[in-house]
């Protein structure tokens, strides 16, 4: 885990009020990166925001040396990131957390459930776990037909159904009712999104192996305030989102 | 420049020290910087017992400051003892323990705890958690309680006691002369004023506990008035907190009266913090005309 | 959408106006808008007799926020009514006459002065002011004064008497019920936090008061977390005020119980600040699902 | 009286961290403006900085739309206004203030003493001056040589006098040892500076009519706050520099 401060490369609306944002980072640290970790992101100098902001790393391209991340303006501090330009400095912890744990399951077709926010990490990790031969079958859910962003970058990788809770593209409704209509085959699933997804997906799949990415409010980000605590799944012990996760099994905590 | 202090318990290499719960037992910040580099370090609360501390969300932010909530997670002073510390103390950094309590034989017994370890160069009471035998309202709002629980905790500490005082009070004066009364050797001050946020969407506080500590810039000028008007009525010496996010910030301080300082909230925005302000220090304290921190204590009292 | 709130003495178009001290008796601001757009217009703080107020400097610039200690300069009530009252009568907006004095006597005086004119349409009653004759403490911070200097100057007003409350007490909920029971038809809350800065270069206090009240953003969570106490424990409503600074802050103030704001310190940031809020809140009012003021007015509470 | 927002044309550091920042104006509003007024700027959006900035107008550029600040940087905000760009966009409130009475003073000869930030209104000044063929004598004061600015401007206008504190240019010492030591011959003379340089300007030149600018710190800048105010030569009563002020007649204050 490192400070950096790194110069951002593009910056860009994909998606309504969603942005990507391309920086730019020596090889030798993005190779470490680990799909599902996460950066945290200083907003600006000045005291205005006293807190970083937590955001999934969503890519990596080592021979550009780029790093991508996506995030959706929700409040104060995302709205402004997207006034970054090419060029400007930004002031990064990376990387935080720990991330899907990949290189120690065994399996050959992985299905990948994200949520709005939760979507760009699956990306990276659809983009590693083909990587290792191993099949993705990803499925995504936005609010509406204009939040959805990278759809056909997914389908590069394996087959893909799209939800919108509106109806105004793909599916009607929610990723669970994809779960539900579809026959779908994997031995592990991976889930990242709000917490009532994650709830609903965990209840779905409970038959099956699986990971899960949390989200919670974070002061520090590296372990050391306990803002972002979880329950452990006896309810004993509580793990911190930061450091313990945001990847845990979907059987390790209570949600 | 020396930037050395001297205060009961405590000789500091120099006057900057992470912030008690913002630091937890130091192996995170680790990883930025060299632990002993630092003047002290104030570790989170310790309780008797474990403690899981409140529901999320915990934290919050607001203009300048943040809001927290954390409720006193920590494994209780065995554990820390046993788990913590030793990672501590392989630095050679003084250790500050923070001790908290639901009523006053709580405290007691965490200070008596911590005599087994030689590990703890002094004990921070914080007196703002709320005490559950009189109803609630916490340890540091009245007096005589906070003469009370400074009188015990320092019969039952081998160690120099410092009170941490809350600033939710009418006059905080009266109350840092109360535990100078009873023996604390030195003074801490502010810890968080207490606010909230209330979240439009679900309509509720945004944090779980409702209320939570105000910390950040927003509220460095209450810290530095209390300071100011402590220092005026003591004689025991202040460790000044509140908002604390630049060299200047931290000479403010001790013109204010305070004769180190602590830095809570800016570790957050910037892990680096408390490193940049002790290397940030000497040219800051010559570019205002003072050739030690020592010289500086007090100074913004001059007219008086 | 319906903005209206009707409070006593108050038929407000919207929940919007100007805090005392922060708009003078509204001829400035009306060079940047009309003031009949506004809720209502709370002016000046008027004592008995003309007031030169204190030394200056008399603000600094805080961390999302200000310190001001301007020291109640202000013309007298007499020639306020005379001088100042007839330009803003011309407006149809309600006027609120904030009052301050240095003795119970001089309270009442002032009240009774303003009977005199027809223009004004409710008290609010300034008790941050030090209380000269019992040795400078804040009429505020003692329940049985500021409920004597209540009881008093509603005796001595025709019309409804609002009292501001400052947040610098232990215990905000029991000052709001002493004041409540000795007649208060509303409350104000908050007024200023007691702060200080330090300026390095010349080593004393910057304001030449030395303290300051603090205001602005920084102070928001303290006025949230105390409408929100307050509105649990009183019946007459209360009129929110610290930090506002957006259509999103004024609804938060709602939730916590508020059933109007006022806003300070934003005026100098943006003097189109007051007619922008009125014109963004009904949009941010439906985001939230609302369809008036009056129905967001307490759903903080949802869960009490 | 107006808020504006509007372009920044140019900023340059034009001596030791003093920068000149010239704004896009309409050629109507830029017409209306006497020396010896001020515009109050916003520092940025965002909460952080709750009060404007006053700065004085140094020059006006009817043919370009043009109005020149100058200022020093001195604390935080003014250290955030460096950073403006090009086409970047400044809220002001403009103009604020009365300034010098030039237009009802009947004159031959004016004398301009300046200080360290008070010398850019002078600039206007003297130009205003000028055109309406008074003659102008200038003496400007700064604490060392990298610190000077518009010394070649002025000169363009009349005769000048530079002193630095350290003796690193000019007269060493303050702008009273050129006043002390040189013949000057002037009806009036107008001053702006530090607090410490007015008394000692005006003790100096008691027996001449003039003209001071003072600064204080500033909360709304309009006249609403009171928080501005200098005493009235009687000790009675109390101006307010932002509405009453900058510019006052020298006997009318107590400073
Ligand atoms: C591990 C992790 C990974 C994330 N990855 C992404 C991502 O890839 N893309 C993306 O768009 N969002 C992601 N989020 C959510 C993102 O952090 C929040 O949307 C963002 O912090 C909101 O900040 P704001 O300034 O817009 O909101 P504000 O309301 O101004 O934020 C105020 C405070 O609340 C915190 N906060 C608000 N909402 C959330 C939330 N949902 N989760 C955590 N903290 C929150 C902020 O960090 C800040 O401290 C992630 C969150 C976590 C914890
Ligand atoms: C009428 C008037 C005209 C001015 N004209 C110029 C000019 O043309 N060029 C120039 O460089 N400076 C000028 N100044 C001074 C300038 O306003 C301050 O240097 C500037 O506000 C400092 O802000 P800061 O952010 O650097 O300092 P900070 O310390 O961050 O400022 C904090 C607060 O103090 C106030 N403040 C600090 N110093 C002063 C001061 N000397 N005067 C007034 N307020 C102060 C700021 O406005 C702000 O509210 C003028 C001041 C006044 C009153
Ligand atoms: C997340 C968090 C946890 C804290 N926990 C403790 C604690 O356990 N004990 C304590 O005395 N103070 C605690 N504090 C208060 C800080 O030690 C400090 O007094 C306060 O944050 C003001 O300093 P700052 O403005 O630099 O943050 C905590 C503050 C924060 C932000
Ligand atoms: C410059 C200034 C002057 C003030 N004068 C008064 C006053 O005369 N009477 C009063 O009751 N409050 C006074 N206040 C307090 C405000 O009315 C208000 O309660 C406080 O500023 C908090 O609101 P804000 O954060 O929106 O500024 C003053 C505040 C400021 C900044
Ligand atoms: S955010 Fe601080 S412990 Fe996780
Ligand atoms: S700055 Fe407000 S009255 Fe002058």
Same mark, same amino acid.
């Given at each position: 885990?490192?400070?950096?401060?790194?110069?951002?490369?593009?910056?860009?609306?994909?998606?309504?009020?969603?942005?990507?944002?391309?920086?730019?980072?020596?090889?030798?640290?993005?190779?470490?990166?680990?799909?599902?970790?996460?950066?945290?992101?200083?907003?600006?100098?000045?005291?205005?925001?006293?807190?970083?902001?937590?955001?999934?790393?969503?890519?990596?391209?080592?021979?550009?040396?780029?790093?991508?991340?996506?995030?959706?303006?929700?409040?104060?501090?995302?709205?402004?990131?997207?006034?970054?330009?090419?060029?400007?400095?930004?002031?990064?912890?990376?990387?935080?957390?720990?991330?899907?744990?990949?290189?120690?399951?065994?399996?050959?077709?992985?299905?990948?459930?994200?949520?709005?926010?939760?979507?760009?990490?699956?990306?990276?990790?659809?983009?590693?776990?083909?990587?290792?031969?191993?099949?993705?079958?990803?499925?995504?859910?936005?609010?509406?037909?204009?939040?959805?962003?990278?759809?056909?970058?997914?389908?590069?990788?394996?087959?893909?159904?799209?939800?919108?809770?509106?109806?105004?593209?793909?599916?009607?409704?929610?990723?669970?009712?994809?779960?539900?209509?579809?026959?779908?085959?994997?031995?592990?699933?991976?889930?990242?999104?709000?917490?009532?997804?994650?709830?609903?997906?965990?209840?779905?799949?409970?038959?099956?192996?699986?990971?899960?990415?949390?989200?919670?409010?974070?002061?520090?980000?590296?372990?050391?305030?306990?803002?972002?605590?979880?329950?452990?799944?006896?309810?004993?012990?509580?793990?911190?989102?930061?450091?313990?996760?945001?990847?845990?099994?979907?059987?390790?905590?209570?949600? | 420049?020396?930037?050395?202090?001297?205060?009961?318990?405590?000789?500091?290499?120099?006057?900057?020290?992470?912030?008690?719960?913002?630091?937890?037992?130091?192996?995170?910040?680790?990883?930025?910087?060299?632990?002993?580099?630092?003047?002290?370090?104030?570790?989170?609360?310790?309780?008797?017992?474990?403690?899981?501390?409140?529901?999320?969300?915990?934290?919050?932010?607001?203009?300048?400051?943040?809001?927290?909530?954390?409720?006193?997670?920590?494994?209780?002073?065995?554990?820390?003892?046993?788990?913590?510390?030793?990672?501590?103390?392989?630095?050679?950094?003084?250790?500050?323990?923070?001790?908290?309590?639901?009523?006053?034989?709580?405290?007691?017994?965490? $200070?008596? #705890?911590?005599?087994?370890?030689? !590990?703890? /160069?002094?004990?921070?009471?914080?007196?703002? *958690? +709320?005490?559950?035998? %009189?109803?609630?309202?916490?340890?540091?709002?009245?007096?005589?309680?906070?003469?009370?629980?400074?009188?015990?905790?320092?019969?039952?500490?081998?160690?120099?006691?410092?009170?941490?005082?809350?600033?939710?009070?009418?006059?905080?004066?009266?109350?840092?002369?109360?535990?100078?009364?009873?023996?604390?050797?030195?003074?801490?001050?502010?810890?968080?004023?207490?606010?909230?946020?209330?979240?439009?969407?679900?309509?509720?506080?945004?944090?779980?506990?409702?209320?939570?500590?105000?910390?950040?810039?927003?509220?460095?000028?209450?810290?530095?008035?209390?300071?100011?008007?402590?220092?005026?009525?003591?004689?025991?010496?202040?460790?000044?907190?509140?908002?604390?996010?630049?060299?200047?910030?931290?000479?403010?301080?001790?013109? $204010?009266? #305070?004769?180190?300082?602590?830095? !809570?909230? /800016?570790?957050?925005?910037?892990?680096?913090? *408390? +490193?940049?302000?002790? %290397?940030?220090?000497?040219?800051?304290?010559?570019?205002?005309?003072?050739?030690?921190?020592?010289?500086?204590?007090?100074?913004?009292?001059?007219?008086?």
């Amino acid at each position: 885990m490192r400070q950096l401060i790194v110069p951002v490369l593009e910056i860009e609306e994909i998606a309504k009020a969603t942005y990507q944002l391309d920086l730019e980072i020596e090889k030798s640290l993005l190779a470490q990166i680990k799909p599902g970790q996460f950066i945290h992101i200083r907003v600006n100098q000045g005291s205005e925001f006293m807190l970083r902001r937590p955001i999934s790393v969503a890519d990596i391209d080592l021979a550009l040396n780029k790093l991508t991340v996506i995030f959706k303006v929700f409040g104060k501090g995302t709205d402004v990131l997207t006034h970054l330009k090419t060029g400007e400095l930004i002031d990064l912890l990376i990387p935080l957390g720990n991330g899907y744990p990949i290189e120690s399951i065994e399996m050959e077709h992985a299905l990948l459930v994200g949520g709005g926010v939760g979507v760009p990490p699956l990306y990276y990790l659809a983009k590693s776990l083909v990587e290792k031969g191993i099949k993705v079958t990803t499925v995504i859910g936005f609010q509406t037909k204009d939040e959805i962003f990278y759809e056909q970058e997914f389908a590069a990788l394996g087959e893909v159904f799209v939800t919108t809770d509106d109806g105004s593209y793909g599916t009607k409704g929610y990723v669970t009712d994809v779960l539900q209509h579809e026959e779908l085959n994997f031995d592990y699933y991976f889930s990242c999104g709000p917490a009532p997804m994650l709830k609903a997906v965990k209840k779905y799949l409970h038959y099956f192996p699986g990971y899960i990415s949390l989200e919670e409010r974070m002061g520090c980000g590296i372990g050391a305030c306990y803002a972002c605590v979880v329950k452990s799944a006896d309810g004993k012990d509580q793990k911190k989102i930061c450091t313990d996760g945001p990847v845990f099994n979907a059987t390790e905590v209570m949600i | 420049m020396n930037l050395s202090v001297k205060l009961p318990g405590l000789n500091l290499k120099n006057p900057i020290m992470p912030a008690s719960g913002c630091f937890s037992f130091g192996k995170e910040y680790s990883q930025f910087y060299d632990l002993s580099e630092l003047g002290a370090v104030v570790i989170k609360a310790a309780t008797l017992n474990e403690r899981l501390g409140n529901p999320t969300p915990r934290v919050a932010e607001t203009d300048s400051g943040m809001l927290n909530a954390i409720g006193l997670q920590n494994p209780g002073v065995e554990m820390i003892i046993d788990q913590e510390l030793p990672y501590l103390k392989k630095y050679d950094v003084p250790i500050i323990a923070n001790i908290a309590g639901s009523s006053i034989e709580e405290y007691e017994q965490v $200070a008596r #705890a911590f005599q087994r370890t030689d !590990g703890i /160069a002094a004990v921070e009471l914080n007196i703002s *958690c +709320p005490n559950v035998k %009189e109803g609630g309202l916490q340890f540091g709002t009245n007096p005589d309680v906070a003469a009370e629980v400074t009188r015990r905790v320092k019969a039952a500490s081998n160690v120099p006691v410092y009170v941490k005082l809350t600033p939710n009070v009418t006059n905080v004066v009266e109350i840092a002369q109360a535990v100078e009364e009873a023996g604390a050797d030195g003074l801490t001050m502010i810890n968080s004023l207490t606010g909230m946020q209330i979240n439009l969407q679900s309509r509720r506080p945004l944090l779980a506990n409702k209320v939570g500590g105000l910390t950040g810039p927003a509220i460095k000028p209450v810290a530095i008035r209390m300071v100011y008007q402590v220092y005026q009525a003591v004689k025991i010496p202040i460790i000044g907190v509140g908002g604390i996010m630049t060299a200047e910030d931290v000479l403010e301080f001790l013109l $204010a009266g #305070a004769s180190a300082v602590q830095v !809570g909230t /800016a570790n957050f925005q910037n892990p680096m913090i *408390c +490193p940049e302000l002790i %290397e940030q220090l000497p040219a800051c304290l010559a570019k205002y005309g003072f050739r030690s921190v020592e010289e500086a204590i007090g100074k913004g009292h001059q007219s008086e």
